[in-house]
């Protein structure tokens, strides 16, 4: 079985990670990764191959280009030269980036099987990016490998068979499984924070909003007065904070990796974030999550009390922040499978591939 995966951003990659360790372990599997260099910053992705053991990607796109459609455009363009090359049984692709999306055009030019990992999410907000493109990936797409039952549902209402739906459950539960000891067991500069609430913000539609940004920082550095505020922050984000002339009461630190991350979330007392991954990992590590946007695709997660919906507003998330730190929900949810959707991912495509 030869499979190409095909990832540009950090999230893809910790999907990535749990299913090239299953398919190590599969005889007659040759796998190999296009990376598209959508995040081509050093701390967003060298570091991951290095820290999740991902072998060096066999294909390295060249993105020069800064705007969004020329980007996209030459994802495409490079992925389909090499799909046309290689000619893969399955392409594999990842979550809800602009990669996924051009790595799934290029697959179906070319009339070439195409898995999607994280199928079925819905927010019903079509004015995110993200939307567009898990929905038109969906549609294109053979197997489609959902990590919750609600995504699940969002199939089957939109018309989908079962025989291209399946309940995987979640790639990042296997991840975390694995990587979690490994983090807390690794000294790092993390080590030395305590009794703080982590805090991230990177979604295009929050950084480029001045006044969402600004009432953010507000919160922050009020939240920052009760309890410290640790915000690992991408230049891009910083650059964002900075132009809107707030003053920063918190504690900004480099962006980190995966591990980093992870020690991170085990150690903080709740997680404020506009991070579909981070969502869910925080519910992962059992604690509470206050997630800074109008809606979420992880709605069982709203639904048990784990996460709730601040928005951008600055009272709201003093409020969220408040309810959040005298909340004790139960944590002891299985909703996204049992640690091993790696391999009923692929042992699907097996089945798939040997129809």
């Known amino acids: 079985m030869n499979v190409i995966s095909i990832v540009g951003a950090r999230p893809q990659f910790i999907k990535l990670a749990a299913l090239h360790r299953a398919l190590t ?47 996209i455009s030459r994802m495409q363009e490079g992925i389909t030269k090499i799909l046309a090359e290689e000619i893969p049984d399955m392409v594999i692709v990842y979550g809800d980036t602009n990669s996924t999306l051009a790595a799934a055009q290029a697959a179906k030019k070319l009339s070439l099987p195409i898995s999607h990992i994280e199928a079925g999410l819905r927010s019903y907000d079509n004015s995110m990016p993200e939307e567009i493109n898990r929905i038109e990936t969906d549609k294109i797409s053979n197997l489609l490998f959902c990590p919750s039952k609600i995504a699940m549902e969002n199939l089957v209402a939109e018309g989908y068979g079962f025989d291209k739906v399946i309940f995987s459950g979640d790639v990042m539960f296997d991840a975390i499984q694995y990587y979690l000891p490994k983090a807390i067991g690794s000294p790092n500069l ?26 953010i920082v507000r919160a922050l550095n009020d939240i920052n007065k009760k309890t410290r505020v640790i915000f690992p922050v991408h230049p891009r984000t910083r650059n964002a904070i900075t132009y809107t002339g707030e003053k920063i009461d918190f504690d900004l630190v480099e962006p980190v990796g995966y591990l980093e991350m992870l020690s991170l979330l085990d150690r903080c007392t709740l997680v404020l974030t506009d991070s579909g991954g981070l969502q869910k990992e925080a519910f992962f590590c059992k604690k509470m999550c206050v997630t800074l946007r109008d809606m979420t695709e992880w709605k069982e997660l709203v639904h048990a009390g784990v996460n709730i919906i601040a928005g951008t507003e600055y009272q709201n998330i003093l409020d969220a922040f408040e309810l959040a730190s005298t909340s004790h929900p139960s944590f002891e949810h299985n909703f996204y499978g049992t640690g091993n959707s790696a391999e009923i991912i692929i042992d699907a495509i097996g089945r798939l591939l040997a129809t």
């Open 25 to 71: 372990k599969r005889a007659g599997v040759k796998h190999r990764v296009i990376h598209t260099h959508q995040h081509y910053d050093p701390n967003m992705s060298a570091i991951f191959f290095k820290q999740l053991e991902i072998p060096e990607p066999a294909y390295l796109l060249d993105l020069t280009d800064r705007t969004l459609a020329a980007n």
């Open 190 to 215: 993390t080590n030395t924070f305590e009794n703080f609430v982590l805090a991230t913000i990177h979604r295009e539609s929050t950084v480029q909003s001045p006044k969402a940004l600004t009432q």
